[in-house]
């Protein structure tokens, strides 16, 4: 009966790797980018109810009466399903004549259903293009430029392949040049280890040698050997910048607002948009400029082709790029910045560590002990408050305290691994009839937990004496119980059967 059982269950378990292999395999049989430099990369098409078709955008997004197609928030959905990492660019292209694709509702992708659930028959010369990462992708993070890096493994052999993190000590600044790049971001802005989260997961065994021109990682050297082992929580972590800029102002911090997205450096516009300060933060934020004063659109003499930034998809919390989708318009965003507040300091301190903002590194602190997270400013104003932004992987939340001397002390009693991530200072004051804030750069905080070391340095050598006192009364009572020397010498004289006191007496006699 046993045996019986023990085969039903062996059977029951085959059956459900091969529903799950069925699944995985149907799924990326619906769907396939064709045309392209490789099978990440082309025209997207479908395969829905036995017809392969083309995908089209002519379910469009409407925004103030005027339809735009998708973006790459849109976009990561199909790479993701494609299992080709991350999103880096999509494009409308415009056929000659019309024929049957499959128009995919934006809405449903974005719920997290499958494209073949979202599909509607119809007829379109609008064809969607979509270029993916293929190797690479960023997991784990708030946008597609941020995240835990994996790394797709057995190129050779798309059936067998697996994504697998990468140790941190096997990846440096100029390894993190090229993924940025492959990616579509900015360049490099945060790389430590563990920032995105860990896991069991199998780890990339060799060391990458990039030389920081390459176009993708797997272009770059690697080292011969293998590693052997990677350290709980050293799984490569990393940030890219968004690629955003002010251009033609009087700072950095003011002027033209342009996007770099597919490759092109092109004008924002806020024609087709609701474009208000939120937004506007977004950009300062990426250009660590200060507050958002004013939002202008400035009218060109003729259309040029700009970027429009989807308002709704930036207020959800996704990066500009993300919600960027082409078009053409004379109306161009121009944004002003306040150089009124110059940029906060954040510090952090413990019993283990000190970073200052010019370092630009994280901190670590242990377990269970105190740190400090300080924010200041030069003198400028009276007044005002500092907020302490904290992001992680799984939480944001959000600090507040008035500002004392120009400063204030972030205090937590007993760090946690949840205190994990990174921290950001943001100073406001009321001046001028206007709130203005500025925003510190990140540091980020790693909580080591030294308890299973100390248990073992303190519980081993316990058990050793505890074992050295045992043995020694052990052999103390084992030398109690043994008769001495001279008992053994003295003769049985009652076995022998010489009474004691005839004994004594024959010895008193001589």
Sequence with gaps: MDHLLVLMLLLLWSSGLQAEENHNSTQSEDVRLVGGDSRCAGTLELKHQG?????????????????????LKEAAAACRELDCGSAVSVEQ???????????????????????????????????????????????????????????????????????????????????????????????????????????????????????GTESALLDCRSSGSDRNTC?????????????????????????????????????????????????????????????????????????????????????????????????????????TCSDLLLQPNISGSSSVDRVSEAQQQGFHVLRDSTFTISCSVQPQYPGGSFHLTFTSSTSALNYTQPAVNHSAHFLFPAAEPAHQGSYRCVYHVYVFSHDFFSESRLISLTVADLRPFIIRAIVLPLILLLANIGLYFYYKGKRGQRPSRREKAEPDYYNLGVPAAEEEGAQGAE
Aim: hydrophobic residues 30%; negative net charge; aromatic residues 8%.
């Design 231 to 335: 350290s709980p929580g050293k799984a490569v972590g990393l940030t890219c910048s968004e690629p955003v800029r002010l251009v033609g102002g009087d700072s950095r911090c003011a002027g033209t607002l342009e996007l770099k997205h597919q490759g092109d450096w092109r004008p924002v516009s806020g024609r087709y948009s609701d474009w208000i300060l939120k937004e506007a933060s977004t950009v300062y934020r990426e250009l660590d400029c200060g507050s958002a004063v004013s939002v202008e659109e400035r009218e060109e003499s003729s259309d040029r082709s700009v970027w429009i930034i989807m308002s709704d998809c930036v207020q959800s919390g996704s990066a500009l790029r993300e919600c960027a989708t082409s078009t053409s318009s004379d109306y161009i965003l121009n944004l």
């Design 51 to 71: 017809d392969w078709r083309p995908v089209s955008d002519y379910d469009r997004r409407p925004v103030r009466g005027y339809y735009y197609g998708w973006i």
């Design 93 to 211: 292209r415009e056929e000659s004549s019309q024929r049957s694709v499959w128009s995919i509702r934006y809405d449903c992708v974005q719920s997290g259903s499958a494209l073949r659930e979202c599909a509607i028959s119809g007829s379109s010369n609008s064809i969607l293009d979509l270029n993916c990462s293929d190797s690479v992708r960023l997991v784990n993070g708030t946008s597609l430029c941020s995240g835990r890096l994996e790394v797709k493994t057995n190129q050779s052999n798309h059936s067998n392949q697996w994504w697998s993190s990468v140790c941190e000590a096997d990846f440096d600044q100029q390894d993190a040049e090229v993924v940025c790049r492959q990616l579509g971001c900015g360049a490099p802005s945060v790389l430590q280890g563990a920032l995105y989260g860990d896991v069991e997961a199998s780890m990339w065994t060799k060391e990458f040698q990039c030389g």
